[in-house]
């Protein structure tokens, strides 16, 4: 099959088996197309609340297909790529975090929505990066650990002076790449270019942009203005916007770095093979596990997560 073939085949067999096709942003381009809804971490995990459909295929990573379990036990969820994880979800070992909870009684702890289910079953609430200053702010406690993101973590911190958050050493590989060298040297190659960072990358770097925010909020920063702007993030934000605005003055920050190998990991055929029973895989998460990690999500949605 070409790949126009496959497409039509991936609609007819997402149509037959009534499946909502789900993509983070910085999936393939190819199969965003297919996608019936697009987004970051925090849109997709509430997209499914209210659809008619049964059966939901996450074209993004595992902690994503499982934040979907988590909020809709009765659907059945399916990962594109079995071997789809995210690094940063998957670095923190749950049994420091629950020591560090039995020293620090008061702390609070507060989870990116990045995190495995059994991080977000140890946290009292969870955000996003869109939502992480705001929901720390309305938190009671002064302080809070952080977990897994230091460098998300350190944004916010520089953002609430009035609270202490507590780090473990947690990051993305894609983000914690960039550097304040790279953004000196990208302003400097476009003159004039605004920059905007996602602040998973280290705070040296996010210091220096024009502005910092999630997928999200990077995409409507370029949306919105018609400035030329070098983009500090998942290069799958450069390759959506240069489609919708071509010719406009966008430019990927270390291209090569920035782009994230378990993101890339589902092609068209994987969706397709995910949609036949060829692929993919079946999220199953314990019950008492799902119940313990969907508090700290509905904290999040409480505290006004966006
Ligand atoms: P957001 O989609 O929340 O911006 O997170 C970025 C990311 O790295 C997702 O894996
Ligand atoms: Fe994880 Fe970073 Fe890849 Fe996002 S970009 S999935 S945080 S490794």
Redesign the pocket.
Known sequence: MDIQELKQAIIEEKEKGGVLILA???QHPDVLEVADIVG???ALSKATQNVPQKKVLMCG?RFMAETVKILSPEKEVLLSHADAG?PMAEQLDPAEVRRYREAHPGHAVCAY??TTAELKALADVCV???SAVEIVSRLPQEDILFIPDKNLGTFVQQMLPQKRIHLMDGY?P??NAITAQMIEEARRAHPGAKVAI?P?CPYEAVRLADMAG???EILDYIHKGDDEVIIAT?RGVYDDLVRKYPGRGLYQLEPDCMT?RD?KKTTLQGVYDALTGKGGLVIELDEALRKAARGSIDNMLKYGGR
């Open positions: 983070h942003t910085y970051d971490s925090y990573v995210c929505v990045n996003t990066s869109s993305c894609v983000h996602h998973e999630s997928t999200k998942e994230c993101m």
